[in-house]
């Protein structure tokens, strides 16, 4: 299968493209956002995962997530990485430890990659979910961004399951992974 791509609108953060797929004689257009991909982290302690009640504009209410970020700033930056053919990999644990010290106050001792979530075809999006197994409090606390309102709290497996089931994490492909871990690694 081939592919022809034309840009037809590119912002700071997302691109538009129309890509022609062809397979033998057949071809179709689709019209495609792309963004930088984005990371989350589940920290784990003590059979609790880290959870931040963070005040989402989108949502004008506060939504309890998965601390977490974009991988690059700029659509350009990691459009110059696909170039280099760099890791992206790479470039998400580097994300996921300055998100975790930024939203959490938390220093990564040990990380390790769990799974990546695809928008599909219409949206590429990535996100890189990491679990963390250790961490340290960060000298200077949490490092906000101007705006952010974010407050982390412990949570049991249990009432992070059921933070899930009764919608309070709005991050619905979150949600998915969320459980997912769950299932592997609790008894309830």
């Not at 009640?53 to 209410?61: A, H, W």
């Not at 990380?111 to 949206?123: P, Q, R």
């Not at 590429?124 to 197994?133: G, N, R, S, T």
Request: aromatic fraction near 12%; glycine fraction near 4%.
């Amino acid at each position: 299968m081939s592919s022809d791509e034309k840009i037809l609108f590119e912002g700071k953060t997302f691109q538009i493209v129309n890509k022609k797929f062809k397979k033998n004689d057949k071809s179709i257009n689709v019209e495609i956002a792309k963004r930088s991909p984005g990371v989350r982290l589940i920290i784990v302690k003590d059979k609790k995962i880290l959870i931040i009640k963070e005040f989402r504009f989108e949502l004008n209410d506060y939504d309890y997530r998965l601390p977490g970020g974009k991988v690059f700033d700029k659509l350009k930056e990691y459009q110059e990485s696909l170039r280099n053919k760099k890791n992206i990999l790479n470039h998400a644990i580097e994300a996921a430890k300055k998100e975790c010290i930024e939203e959490t106050g938390l220093i990564i001792k040990k990380i390790k990659h769990f799974i990546t979530s695809n928008a599909g075809l219409t949206v590429q999006w990535d996100l890189f979910y990491f679990i963390v197994y250790e961490v340290e409090q960060n000298k200077t606390g949490q490092h906000l961004e101007y705006g952010e309102e974010i407050y982390p709290e412990w949570k049991t497996f249990d009432e992070v399951k059921q933070l899930c089931l009764n919608d309070k994490i709005k991050e619905y492909r979150s949600v998915g992974v969320i459980l997912s871990y769950l299932l592997r690694n609790s008894k309830t």
